[in-house]
């Protein structure tokens, strides 16, 4: 979990900065100082990280709003 955690943050901070279309798996794998097998080990594509950030920013804190 902390691997993708990392993985998920520095793809949030590319896709923030770059917007999704720049930011490449081959920046996302550099910016999280993991191995691109780390990497695919935890995502299966760059679909899937993109899911992983929308998921962190809008589903979990809705999530956690609706249980509070």
């Known amino acids: 979990q902390r691997w993708r955690t ?3 943050l520095a793809a949030t901070d590319l896709i923030r900065s ?3 279309r720049a930011a490449s798996i081959a920046k996302i794998i550099a910016a999280s ?3 691109a097998g780390s990497v695919y080990h935890h995502f299966e594509s760059k679909n899937d990280i993109v899911l992983a950030v929308a998921r962190g920013a809008l589903v979990e804190p ?3 709003a609706l249980a509070a």
Do not use: P, Q
Request: aromatic share 0%.
């Open 18 to 20: 770059d917007g999704v």
């Open 62 to 64: 809705l999530e956690a």
């Open 6 to 8: 990392e993985d998920t």
């Open 33 to 35: 100082g993991s191995s």
